[in-house]
């Protein structure tokens, strides 16, 4: 009888153990990534990943190196190589030799550089720079729309700002088409897709928007700039694969210019046509 009250009592420890056990990986899991919901973000210092029920994204730096639709299981960004960053604050007289470093990695919260809040689980920042320019990414998941938001600021401590460009890399040109509102609605696939080419806002490009068309579902890029912001958007083509870019241009005489307005854009996917 005793040998049996002596394994129950062990066997209740060992249930009690790994029960606490799970409870502790449960809040470390918690910790490591806050969630609303579906919602969540992980960093991991230069990297960000970012996830709701619709869209998956990994960034490295400002770089989206990952683009996942998780309702349909695609991947959009097929060939991604280390390089030349996609963001970059334009001068009339670039720097030479430079090249953006993160200062501290991605951090919870969002602002402007130096003044941080952290009032939001879903909200991450990055502050880049050289001897020259300041760029501060902010990347924040929309809980109403479960867009991720990727909101730019960036200055220069000198005069010839043109413009901040920042886009996706490497989609492959194989495996779908861009549906773009740009000179009365044109469609850019494998076959139509020219080495370079480039709408101006507002103008050829009549709405701020991009989807790409793949064959489960897609992605959406877009802003809700209602301030008819100058913008550009672009595509550079390599072989099979294809480069996005957004250009937000500055305001008034780029001799005179010092910083590019603040602009947010959109990211999203769906399923189907």
């Known amino acids: 009888r005793n040998m049996k009250l002596d394994l129950l009592r062990r ?4 249930h009690a153990i790994s029960a606490f056990v799970t409870s502790c990986m449960i809040i470390l899991i918690l910790m490591a990534t806050s969630t609303t919901g579906s919602a969540q973000l992980y960093i991991d210092g230069d990297n960000l990943t970012a996830s709701t029920s619709n869209i998956l994204v990994t960034f ?12 349909t299981g695609e991947d959009y960004i ?12 334009n001068m009339l007289k670039e720097p030479v030799g430079q090249r953006y470093v993160s200062v501290g990695g991605w951090h919870r919260g969002s602002g402007t550089a130096g003044v941080n809040s952290t009032g939001n689980d879903l909200a991450a920042q990055i502050h880049l720079r050289d001897l020259v320019r300041n760029v501060v990414v902010n990347v924040i998941i929309d809980p109403e729309t479960q867009d991720v938001t990727v909101t730019m600021m960036a200055s220069a401590n000198r005069d010839g700002v043109t413009g901040l460009t920042w886009g996706v890399k490497g989609i492959d040109l194989t ?4 549906a773009l509102p740009a000179n009365g609605g044109i469609m850019l696939d494998h076959a139509t897709t020219p080495a370079t080419c480039e709408f101006n806002y507002p103008g050829q490009w009549e709405a701020q928007t991009a989807v790409w068309q793949g064959k489960g579902g897609g992605f959406v ?15 550079e083509r390599k072989g099979d694969f294809a480069d996005l870019s957004v250009n937000t241009l500055a305001m008034g ?3 005179l210019s010092g910083d ?9 996917t769906f399923k189907g046509d």
């Open 221 to 235: 890029l877009y802003t809700r700039d209602e301030r008819v912001r100058y913008k550009q958007f672009k595509l």
């Open 260 to 268: 590019v307005p603040q602009v947010e854009w959109r990211l999203n």
């Open 78 to 89: 097929k060939s991604f190589t280390p390089g030349k960053s996609m963001l970059n604050l």
């Open 11 to 14: 066997r209740s420890l060992t």
């Open 175 to 178: 495996s779908g088409y861009f």
């Open 253 to 255: 005489s780029y001799k």
């Open 60 to 71: 490295k730096g400002a770089d989206l190196v990952r683009l996942r639709n998780r309702l």
